[in-house]
């Protein structure tokens, strides 16, 4: 379609939102864009915002390919259509709705519960912002059908979103998913939302549920003596302006640690994120500022939370006392070092336990799984699919721990989606448990290196936005997909798993296996020598995600640098073997 084709496409869509009944500051944003800005017309309306398999994201403003109360208002009418074909045989039907700290994330939080109670649906609302891990144990903990959590985790600060949450807790998955994007899809008109829900029925979630949610929390500790004994490890937390600002602390503080220093600018809840480019504990400069005042008052250790406080971000001091971060690869094999190592000295390894990790994130874990004979799964990206493993195991099998490489874990099944609350919990006793024993959490992970093998992640994030961006992405897709690598740095292409047609093809033998997991667009070529690189576009922002694995087996603390040299050298290879240096 040519681009006067798409505009005029556009602009009929535009006309239809103009005669609907939308308030009047949103038809004056379309009638200002149809004269002054045709490039933004196009990009608010050529396509209406996707409710995808885990809900709503997208940038905010007024138009269908845009988060507003119009969308959000849609997508709820669509949820609630679903439950009530699903629970229509209840007596009562109820939703729990959270929001994090960005613009307009209350608004939309109080939408979709006034449109839950105009559909008869009972709604929890709480009082204020919340961590997402919160919202997902209040499901079970009240016994609720559905929840939604209005975030855009860590996008950046013009984007929110929508996540839709099903009755185990966990982020809806087949057929719910499915089902869902159909019925949201079924609805043509801003009118055929029910918005005018009471708002006085609404009830209201306060410090009940954080008490009990924080409960369950203290009860992940397996130190706790060890917690008592080291309580002045010094630590560095900040919220980056999200939720985690009281839970983080409380805690921490409930577990016993007593030099917990924040960030003051940090504290300030502000979905602006103005202290910050990105509000996302991945990037190194999002803690900065944490790393300076770790400095100031001699911390151990430095924690950072995303602005829904699913995902955590940490640096430790290394053998020389400078602080230095430690990526999401690091931080889940050090809290499953952790957890493996503990519960198997304190006996409670009886053989029905397990842990669970992303397809992308780091085979050490598979190497702990293997030493301690404990069964380990691996699913697709997203904890939805931990999530589902859970559930399928609980009558029969002890979930101990679960993540993946891109700053979330989970600890116990009390929550079924990453936690950062819990993980910053975990973390901080790790540190007491390390300086038990006259080490630092960096100690412990040379510790790892050294019993297992040295493993080395990398991850480059190459963004294309907008309409022309998406097609970019396909394009390079499909292009592997058609003449994918026979030579990565020199290493032979062995095996090609193509979670989109479920297939698994050696390139060397000829042999083909089918995949057992869900039609995913992911790829992965494993090579001769051991490494693997992952590609796969993002499902929540606008790029495709290139990820590259490594190993070698250290010799000894002494020939750290000399090994991280290698394998940083071998990734560099890879990545300039597929262009993307």
């Known amino acids: 379609m040519d681009n006067q084709s798409i505009l005029s496409v556009v602009k009929e869509k535009a006309g239809v939102w103009l005669d609907s009944p939308i308030d009047e500051a949103s038809k004056d944003a379309i009638r200002s864009m149809m004269e002054n800005n045709e490039s933004e017309l196009i990009e608010s309306f050529y396509k209406d915002l996707e409710f995808g398999t885990g809900g709503l994201r997208g940038i905010m403003g007024v138009g269908t390919n845009r988060m507003n109360i119009y969308t959000v208002g849609m997508a709820t009418q669509g949820l ?8 229509g045989d209840r007596e009562e039907i109820s939703v729990a709705v959270a929001h994090d700290c960005r ?3 209350p608004l939309f939080a109080q939408i979709t519960a006034q449109i839950c109670i105009a559909n008869g649906i009972k709604a929890y609302l709480f009082n204020e912002l919340k961590p997402t891990p919160e919202l997902s144990f209040a499901i079970r903990e009240l016994g609720c059908q559905s929840g939604v959590v209005v975030t855009a985790s860590h996008n950046p600060k013009e984007y929110n979103g929508y996540k839709v949450y099903w009755d185990d807790g966990g982020q809806i998955i087949n057929p719910h998913d499915i089902n869902i994007i159909q019925e949201v899809q079924n609805i043509k ?27 369950q929390v203290v009860k992940q500790s397996l130190n706790p003596e060890l917690i008592e004994a080291n309580s002045d490890v010094k630590i560095v937390y900040t919220p980056i302006h999200g939720t985690g600002v009281k839970m983080v602390p409380r805690a921490l503080k409930a577990l016993g640690f007593k030099n917990i220093y924040n ?65 999401g690869n690091q931080t889940a094999a050090l809290l499953t070092y952790y957890l493996l190592s503990q519960w198997s000295e304190k006996g409670k390894l ?11 994130t780091t085979e050490l874990i598979a190497d702990m799984a293997r030493h301690y004979e404990v069964p380990y799964d691996d699913v697709l990206t997203g ?9 399928k195991n609980e009558d029969t099998m002890t979930f101990i721990g679960g993540g993946e490489e891109s700053y979330g874990f989970m600890v116990g099944d009390f929550v079924r989606d990453k936690d950062a609350v819990t993980s910053c919990s975990i973390i901080a006793e790790l540190a007491a448990w390390a300086k038990s024993q006259g080490k630092s959490v960096y100690d412990i992970l040379m510790d790892i290196h050294l019993k297992f093998s040295f493993y080395l992640e990398s ?6 936005k ?16 058609e003449n994918p690598p026979e030579l990565i740095n020199d290493s032979r292409v062995v095996w090609i798993h193509d979670y989109q047609k479920q297939l698994s093809a050696n390139k060397i033998t000829g042999e083909n296996k089918k995949i057992d997991l869900p039609v995913s667009n992911v790829l992965q070529f494993l090579l001769e020598d051991g490494s693997k690189v992952s590609v796969r576009p993002s499902g929540t922002e606008p790029k495709i995600k290139f990820y590259f694995s490594v190993y070698e087996k250290l010799e000894s603390r002494e020939a750290y640098e000399t090994t991280r040299r290698l394998l940083e050298q071998k990734i560099e290879n890879m990545k300039r073997d597929l262009k993307l240096l």
């Open 80 to 87: 609630c259509n679903y439950l009530l074909q699903q629970f």
């Open 103 to 105: 613009n307009n994330s």
């Open 189 to 215: 008109s801003i009118a055929e939302v029910k918005f005018d829900g009471n708002k006085d029925s609404i009830v209201t979630l306060g410090e009940e549920m954080d008490a009990l949610y924080i409960d």
């Open 263 to 327: 960030v003051p600018e940090q504290d300030v809840v502000d979905g602006n994120f103005p202290t910050v480019l990105s509000p996302n504990p991945e990037e190194s400069a999002a803690l900065d500022m944490a790393l300076k005042r770790a400095d100031e008052v001699g911390a151990d250790l430095v924690m950072a939370t995303d602005p829904d406080a699913d995902r955590v971000g940490i640096a430790v001091r290394d053998d020389k006392g400078k602080l230095v971060l430690i990526n």
């Open 350 to 360: 009886k053989g029905k336990e397990y842990i669970v990790k992303t397809i992308v």
């Open 383 to 391: 904890f939805k699919f931990i999530a589902d493993i859970i559930k």
């Open 459 to 464: 991850l480059i994030n190459v963004v294309r």
């Open 466 to 481: 907008g309409k022309s961006g998406a097609e970019e992405i396909q394009a390079m897709m499909a292009g592997f997909r």
